[in-house]
């Protein structure tokens, strides 16, 4: 999984995978297309959706933006802190 800020930033490596979209490219299969807080764009597997902190982020995100938000998820968490849970629930999921 790579991070990109949504305005075209640097890239920064949060694992050993980079797979991420840019404008005009497709989300690759499996994954689920997130922007943090701050804006840097993520793609998450379907996998770890069920993860117990995952659901806690969308829970949060559904309680400040509803369900019927346009376009890409977003996560109300800062970056920093998304990159800590994505980590962690990859880092469990094995």
Known sequence: MAWRKKSGGNQ???GPSR?????GEKVPRGHVPMVTGCGE???VPVRLLAAPCIVELLDMAAQSCGY???GVL???CD???FRRVIDGALGRAG
Do not use: E, F, K, N
């Open 12 to 14: 920064s490596s949060a």
């Open 74 to 76: 977003r996560i109300t």
């Open 19 to 23: 797979c991420y979209a840019d404008d």
């Open 79 to 81: 970056a920093g802190h």
């Open 41 to 43: 764009r993520v793609l």
């Open 68 to 70: 019927s938000q346009p």
